[in-house]
């Protein structure tokens, strides 16, 4: 890590000096010639530091990571325009700031690692990061094949999806409908009350669900943004649907903690 940190201080230095050796022969103020050709550099300071502090979370800092390389990209064009024609030139030119993309980046990896590791050591459970921009581009890659080949059991099969993601609008707990049944049709005594959650599938898979997740987590101190996770592993052991598992799961969690009673609340 100590090496990385120095080589990419080095590299940094001497990109620095050859945006200004360009730079300066346009702008004749060497002060402005030198914050400008600056500019580039200091900006991938700035997000492979916050890189480094989200790695410090065991996060992947995709977004940190990405405007690294791009505002060392900014700097790699100036220096490439800067070189005289020919391989050699170019390749002087642009060294630096490709090695300091790459320092930089492994940094960030390695600090990641290191963090990952020892959190295992100890015991604690980190929470998982959102999907990384090359994962969505491939998975929508893979998509669009798909739609390709097979469009209408493709297009079927999206359709399901966002029914199953989304039953109702967004935001919205129930529909106005149903709410005016709820007010105006009093349920028999002897006849329990399902919420909308539990009319969408069998009630015997989200009983598990809640009573495998109490079993492995405490639930009245999980936080919130750890419950999709434990929603996804453990509703895919009792074969129900994700956006189920973590609707119903979150309400359940949230009335535990509460402090409302929850009907689906088992004792393992």
Known sequence: MASLAVLAAAAAAV?????????????????????EAAIPDVGALIFATLGIAL?????????????????????????????????????????????????????????????IATTRDTGQALADDEATPMALV???SLWLLRLALAPVSTLGGFRRWALDECPIAPGRKATPKTARATTTRPQKPTQRRRSPARRTSSPGKQDRLIALAGQRHDLTAVPLTQVSRIANAIGAEVSLSPGTARRVLLAHVRALQNGHPSPKEHTP
Do not use: E, F
């Not at 990109?15 to 914050?35: E, G």
């Open 55 to 115: 790695a410090l979370h065991a996060k992947r800092a995709i977004r940190a990571r990405a405007l690294n390389v791009g505002c060392v990209a900014v700097s790699l064009a100036m220096n490439a325009l800067a070189a005289a024609p020919g391989w050699r030139d170019l390749a002087i030119w642009v060294m630096p700031s490709a090695v300091y993309a790459l320092a930089s980046d492994t940094l960030i990896g390695v600090i990641r690692a290191w963090v």
């Open 138 to 140: 491939g998975g929508m």
């Open 15 to 35: 990109s620095w000096d050859a945006q200004y050796v360009m730079v300066r022969q346009v702008k004749h103020t060497p002060a402005i010639a030198a914050l």
